[in-house]
Every structure is written in C-alpha cells, then in structure tokens.
C-alpha cells in the first residue's frame, strides 16, 4: 500500500507523538462544528495509516477524506488575510495532535509518485483511489492553514518548520522530476498518424496525473512562502523584550532553513519547467474534451501557474525586504539573499513567470506575443473566476483579470536577479503595456460604466485592488532599466524616459491607489530621474537647454502632474497623493528641480503651480495633526523657504551668459509671482506661529486641525525663506530710483547723495509703490518682525535665522520708520498688542550677543584658514569669510543704532512732531549702509524682478479677484473659468463664495466707481 511509504524512522516520531497526551484544544475562535471536526481529524489519520489493504476498509480513508474536505470548507468560510481567519488557524495549530497528523499525512503524500496520487480513472472506488484524494486533501488543508496566517504564531512556525526539516521541499522536487521524466519519456499521440487508439486514450490521463503532482507541490510551496513573507517580522505586541528576542530569532532561523531548502531542492525550476511542458500539451486536447479527465485539466494546470507565480511573487518581496535590510537581514548570512536570488534567476522560471503574464496581457490589450507560445485555454481560467466575485457593479459588465499573473511577471523583469531574461529595451516596451493597462484599468474603474470600457480598446481589465499596485509597481520596474542610462544623451534613450515620464502622470493621475511605502518609494525614482541631471550651485545662471531629465520630465506632462498632486494634498491630508507629494518635496534637492521646472516649463503652467502653492499656504494652519502623516504635510512650507533661498540672484552674473536669456527672464517673473502670493500667507502663518500660548488660544476654536505645533525647524526655514526677500524689498523701498541703498560717503555722513537717475523713473516709482503695498499691507512686515522678535531666542540657534533677522528689523525700520515707530508705541503700552510687543529694544538687544557670538566664532576660526582662502567668494557675500565677518560687525553696529531709536521712540509718543523722527531713520540708514560691506548684495533684484502690477499686465496672476482665495477645485489653476462681477465686470471670481467674500470684504464700496468716474 502507498501509506508504507513512510520511512520507519519519521513514523516511529510521530507515532510517540500522537500517542502522547495533549493538552485540551484552545477553542478561542473557532465554531464548536469545526473544533469536532478537528478532533476527531488526529484518530481518523491514526486509524489510516494503520489499515492492511483490505477492500472492506475503504470507508476509512473515505472517512479521514471526508474530515479533512471539511476541515478545508470551514477553511474557506474565512477571507484570506483576515484577522479572524489567522486567530482562527493560529488557535487550532496550538493543537498538538492536530499538528502531528498533518505532519504524517504529508511526510507521505510528498513521497508518492503521480501514479499513486491520480489512480486509474477504472479504479476510482477501490482503497487506492480514496486514499490518494485523502493524501491530497492533507496537503490542500496543509496549504490551507498555512495560508491564512497573517503574523509570526509560534505554534505554526513550529509545525513549518518541521515540513522543512522532513525534506519536504526536496520530496516534492523528487516528485516533479519523476513527473518530468514521465512527460518526456511518452511520446505525444497526436504528433504521429501511426499510434494506437489506446495510446491515445491513456495519454489524457498521464497528463492529468502530472498535472495533479504540479498543482499539489505548488500550492504547499506557495502556503510555506506566503507563510515565511508573513512570519518574517515578529510583531512587538505585549510580549517581553526577552520573548521578543526569541520569536526574532525564531523567524531568522525559519527564513534560512526555507532558503536553503528551497535553493537546494530546484522545487520552483522543476515545476517551471513541468508546468510549461504541459502548457504546450494542454492545447492539443481542445478538439476532443470527450472525458470528465479532458476537461479538467486545462483548469489543474492553470491553477498550478496561478499558484506558482503566488510563490514567486512572495520570494521576490521577501528578497526585496532582505535586500533593504528589512525581516534582520544584518543578522542572517550572505548567503540567504544570495541563495534567494539564485532561485528567482532561474531560466525555466523566469520564463514560465514571463509568459504567463504576457498571456493575460494578450488577453487585457490584445497585443502580439513576439513568437512565444499562446494557450487557447488561458482567458476561461482568467476572466470566469472572478468577474462574478468581484463587489463592484463593473465586474459584473466587463471581464476582469482575475490572477496575479502580471504581478510575477513584473518581479522576473527586474534587473536585480543576475541573468535578467530579457533585454533592456524588450523589457522596457513589455513594461510600458502593463503601465498603460494598470492606468486604462484605473480610468474604467474610476467612470464605473461599462460605456468607458467599451471605449477604451481593452479585451479585460485589471481587477480594482491591483490597479495601483501594478502601476506603481511598474514604475518601479521600469525605473531600476533606466537609471544606469540617466546621463545618456542616445535618442531611443531620451524616447524611453520620455515613454517613462508619460506613465508616470498617468499613474499619479488615475492609478495611485498602492500601499504608502511604494508611493514613497516612487518619490525617491521620481526625484532620482530628474535631479540627478538638475544641479547647479547657488548664484550659477541657468544653462540656455533644460537638463535631460527636466526636459524629460516637462514634455511627460510632469509640471501639471505635480500641480495636481499639490491641489489634492490641500483638499486631503490623509490620501496618497498628500504622502507622494510630501515624500517629493522632502528630498534634499527638491529646491534645484522644481527652480528647473519653473525656469524650463511653460510659463502659465509653471505660474498656475506658483499660485497653487500660495493657494495651499492660505488653507494651512499652524497647528497641524498629532500623526506622522500630518507633520509631514509641512514639508512643503520647509521647500517654499528654501526655493526662496535658492533662487537668490547671482552676485556676479558670468560674461558668458546673457542676463536676459529667457530661462533667467521667466525665472525672474515666476520669483516675483511667487513674493506676491506666498510671501503674505507665510507671514500670516509665522504670525500665527510665533503669538504666545495665551492669545494662541483664543484662536483655537478656528483651527479645524489641532494637535501638536509647528516644528521649529519648519519656521526655521520659512523665516530663512522670508526675511531675505523682506530685507531685500524694504531696501529697495527706500530709494525707488536706484538699486543702491544710498551714496557712499554722502550716506555715510548722513546727508543726501544724488542718485543715478533710472532708465525709465515712472515705472521705479511705480514699481516702489507696489513692492511698498506689498509689504505693508499684503505681508504685513512691522507686525510680522514684532511677532518674531517677540518669539524670544528659542529659534535663534546656529543655522537659525539671526543674520536675516537683525538686517530684517534694520531695513524695515529705514524703510518704513513711521509704522515702527507705531508699533513701538504700542509696545511701550501696559497691555501691548501681542505681536507688536517684539518692537522694545530689550527684544532687539537680544540680538547683538548672538551676532558678537558669530563674528567671534569667524575670528577664532581664521586661524586655520590658509592663505588662498582668502581670496574665495562666498555664494552670497561675493566674498570670502573676512568680508562676511566684518559684515555681522558692521550689522551690530546698525542693530545698536536702531535699538537707541526704539529706546527714543518709546520714551517719546510724539517723536514724529519735533524731528526725531527722521534724525533717527537717516542715521539708521547710515549705519545699515555700513552693514552691506558685500558688493552687489542686492544689484541685479531690480532687473531679476517684475513689480507686482506688471505681473497683473502680463497676465501671471489674473486669477480669482478674492485677495484671500484658497480654492483648489479642479486639476490646475490655468484651466479656472472666472465668473465677472455682474455690476462692474471688472473682477472675475472663481467661485460663488469668493465672490460674496470679497463683496464683504470691501468690493462693495469700490464696485462700479471706475465706470462712474468715467
């Protein structure tokens, strides 16, 4: 009989075992239906494997397979990957007994040969063939448990454990080789005339029997790896740190004993190859189908491929978590990850895994199969399985992929393994079909219509819960082919980008529904393939051609792609386009890449994206969500002060490059844009930020986001954003007919010097009167420098913003000295405004020891500097360290003057009546003008920038007329259709609502006036 098959050694084991008292069965979860059901499992297997042979005994095995296809019903009530489900299993696999049974049971059927496993048809009521279905019913139920585990149970990596150690991997692999050397060894019938008709007969049921024997060594091969993918990582829980280190070290030594078992027993190679012999067998019975036998073949094999490529696409994750150091891949040999890779380079495999995908592809987009074999009999296994399951109205109108065929094809293609199976650019062409399927998928599930089906060319489409995983995933793919070529100028290499960059809008469009760590992933592909060409150092012109990868990136349609990504973190925080768009503008270089952008792209897109990110600074509030997700949302206020930074104007324009080539000209127009909408909010923002607990908390019932502060290190970097622009405009308010401050020595001595007369002095009077609007009414700089000051020197830290700051303070006071001296005066008061209290010169005082600290760090450090460092100019400064040092020097001197002022203004209300007032505002322009030792600090901001009335001529920011518009309804700003004012026509509002706000807000005073003056 097949069951003495059984080395004696392994049986003798678990017959002391069984015999041995249990412990009563753990019913947590489990129906009192299936808890019989498995008790009574163990003495039905022990009476079995005890039988003689005898024909009388057949309704034993017919009983323990009866158990056993009912413990797998019970098994199927609960959805794979369930908590229920896993309580469930884990729970009945505390059952020791239960354990052993199933141990024996498949210790035996993984040594069986195909005969023995698919008996005669003839002979389908005698004890053989019951005992083969009960044999295979172990295995299936065997699977079946393994399967629905979804975390690391110590009782069921003890009962897989003990698989692998009976060889069980290499049995099945013994198996599938015998099978092999049957298939080859018979002659296919219907390849010759001269065969007998029994042959021909016999030959279906030889298939059969090897088709059996793949699908049974696949699925326990696919339930130990799944198993292994989910054990990997033990979960902390409630457990002790000691119980913690064990069930680590457990997971560890089972994902080694799985490797090297499956590296040692070729199982995946051998069932690649067996299952791709009979795909080219399987056709050839399409004419008969005459037996029960003919018919069911088909579907065993198919379900041996689905199965199969489940077990390849579990151990190419479980290679990618080792390979990124995930599951204490530190602590396990080299050998494991490279071993794993051994398996997956297979050739039969990656093969089989490459051919299958591409059948369901030829399925979904009927596209050519570039000579490989087709199986007729691959879109019934496909498309029948889960169109009716699906929950959707869609699946029931229109075929859907129903396996994870593309899944494992894409873990073959990628270029990880060693011996890639196909080419670059093959694998590339395959890999653009499945992402344009993933995004075709995404816009018919997204209609829910079957008209869009109808329309968009497709045979089938992916089902709705792969359609994100398959895009971005492909993304992936494709990305790791392109990156060894990003610095390649090749024609059919910018082609292949360019194909890349056009899927990627597509995806984030209609197919961005993948776990968050695949999308932050794909963050990093993005900001590799188009940083990688975007460098440049600060005050460097932009070269006249966009880089490759941003010209790339621009012609895919990137620059609205990202647009979009912004307008939907705005209206959600907690979707995925918020978690790319955050992990995108976190990177390091985002500031050089998006300059690029803006400089290279067209010129109302790129505005439109400017004029969405003031957008989402108006929505924003200070206080943001308690959870990671939500204190990475402010990334983007951290990026918008940098790229202010960054796009400082260069000191030293280069000869060699045109001040007015179009990219440095429409980069000046864009920063401009950017001043008048983010510089206001971001004010109103730090504002808000920097106003004591007390008066915070009066406007608490107004913030619809409560939780923790913004960081510090954010409003770090708004302020070293901000202040360098404040500091610039202010300056330049103060002399509207040149771009210096003041004369040289006429300056100094505190009279009048005669400035350069402009080229054109209407338009700089003009342009003063604008950037003048801007700052005191729009930005609100005396209120916003007070709340800052006012904020103490918790910010004031190396790399803080001291040095902005303090020139900040001075410049807006020559500037501007009637509004500070106001805000002086109120903060002289006994009760002062909160944000103006900042304005008292104790709080500019505060300043000079952090200044001194500076200069004296510079002079302690000059000593090591050689003597060619001096002559090296600084990004900013146009000098070295010695310029720059003599500048703080010369900004603590100008802090002093205007603390002594504030000291008068304060003593004084009425300062303005007897002249003090202006005395005091030219003796700190004086003293500013020391400070700004650096040549050509602020020369070319006249020339770089565009005054914000002209931007509204050239038409850059003829948006919304609601100065306080935070609408983001649509996919970009450029496609907004404004509605005008139905009384004067002369505003255009985006909304219902905006125009009832600006009527409020002032509007109704002002509407029609022009018309009525004229």
Known sequence: MPHRRQPSATARHHQEASSSSSPPFPADGISSDFEACLQRLPAATQRFLSLQGRPSELNVAKELSGNLGSVCEHLDGHS????SASQVVASALEYQALRVALLRLVAIASRLTPTELFPDPNVSHTLAAASAWAFFQSCEATAKLLRKLTSFQAPAVDFARKLLRMQTLQALSRQLAAALEVLQSSPNPYHRVLQQQQQQQRWPHMLMQVGITAYMSCNLLAALALHVQASADPEAGGAGHQRQQQQRQAARSYLREFVAALHASYLMEHAAKLLLLLKESVPLLEARMSTQVDGMLPQTVGRACTIL?????????????????????????????????????????????????????????????????????????????????????????????????????????????????????????LLMRVGRLAVVSGQVWASATAASFRGSGL???????????????????????????????????????????????????????????????????????????????????????????VAAALAGGFLPCLERLLRRTGVDFHNLETVLANALLGRSNSPQWLIALLAYGEERQAAALVVTVGKLLRRADPRVVATPLGLRTWALLEVVGTIATVLWPPAEPKADVEASAPQQRQLGLLTSCMLCEWLPPLSRLLQRRTVPAAAASAEQHRSTLPGAALSESACVKALRGVL??????????????????????????????????????????????????????????VRLLGAVLGAGADWHQPGGATHDLALGCCAVAAAFP????????????????????????????????????????????????????????????????????????????????????????????????????????????????????????????????VSPGELRLRGLLRGCGNPGCANLAGDSEAEVKLKGCGRCGAVGYCCRECQVAHWRAGHKEVCGQDRVAG
């Not at 794979?80 to 908590?83: D, I, K, Y």
């Not at 304005?839 to 000593?863: H, M, T, Y």
């Open 724 to 781: 360098p622009w404040v500091s610039a405009l202010a300056l330049q308010c103060l002399d509207p007919g040149s771009s210096r401050l003041v004369g040289t020595a006429a300056a100094a001595s505190g009279s009048a010097a005669p400035a350069a007369a402009p080229a054109t002095p209407a338009d700089a009077c003009v342009s003063h009167v604008d950037w003048r609007l801007l700052l005191l009414e729009e930005v609100d700089v």
């Open 80 to 83: 794979e990957g369930s908590p």
């Open 459 to 549: 045979e089938a489409i992916l089902p709705c819960t792969l359609v994100g995983m398959t895009g971005v995933f492909t993304l992936h793919v494709a990305f790791q082919h392109l990156r060894p070529l990003q610095h390649d100028s090749a024609a059919h290499v910018a082609r292949e980008v360019l194909a890349w960059w056009s899927l990627v809008e597509g995806v984030v469009r209609h197919a961005l529904c993948a776990p968050a760590c695949m999308v932050e992933r794909l963050a990093v592909y993005l900001e590799g393939t188009i940083g990688a060409t975007a460098r440049w150092g600060q005050g460097v012109p932009l070269p006249a051609a966009p880089p490759p990868g």
């Open 309 to 429: 490529q489940q077990a390849y696409e579990a151990c190419s994750r479980l290679h990618a978590r080792l390979d990124s150091g995930a599951a204490g891949a530190s602590r396990l040999p080299s050998s494991v990850l490279d071993h794993l890779c051994q398996v997956l380079s297979g050739r039969c495999l990656q093969h089989a895994m490459i051919l299958h995908g591409l059948e369901a592809l030829c399925i979904a987009d009927r596209g050519p199969m570039y000579g490989l074999p087709y199986g007729p009999w691959y879109p019934s296994v496909c498309l029948a399985r889960f169109a009716a399951s699906h929950g959707s109205s869609v699946s029931e109108q229109v075929p859907v992929l129903g396996d994870n065929a593309l899944q494992a094809m894409l873990a073959a293609l990628q270029p990880v393994f060693r011996v890639p199976p196909l080419g670059r650019r093959a694998g590339l062409a």
């Open 818 to 945: 009637e509004q500070v001296r106001q805000a002086v005066v109120v903060a002289a008061a006994e009760d002062p405004d909160p944000a103006a209290a900042g304005w008292r010169p104790a709080r500019l005082r505060a300043l000079v020891p952090l200044l001194s600290a500076d200069v004296q760090a510079k002079e302690e450090g000059g000593d090591a500097v050689t003597a060619g460092s001096s002559s090296s100019s600084d990004s900013r400064s146009g000098g070295g360290d010695e310029a720059r040092m003599v500048s703080t020097s010369a900004l603590v001197r100008a802090v002093d003057a205007l603390a002594e002022q504030l000291d008068a203004w304060s003593c004084d209300g009425q300062a303005g009546a007897d002249g003090r007032q202006a005395d005091g505002a030219t003796g700190l322009r004086a003293a500013l003008h020391e400070a700004l030792t650096e040549p050509g600090c602020f020369e070319t901001l006249p020339e770089a920038l």
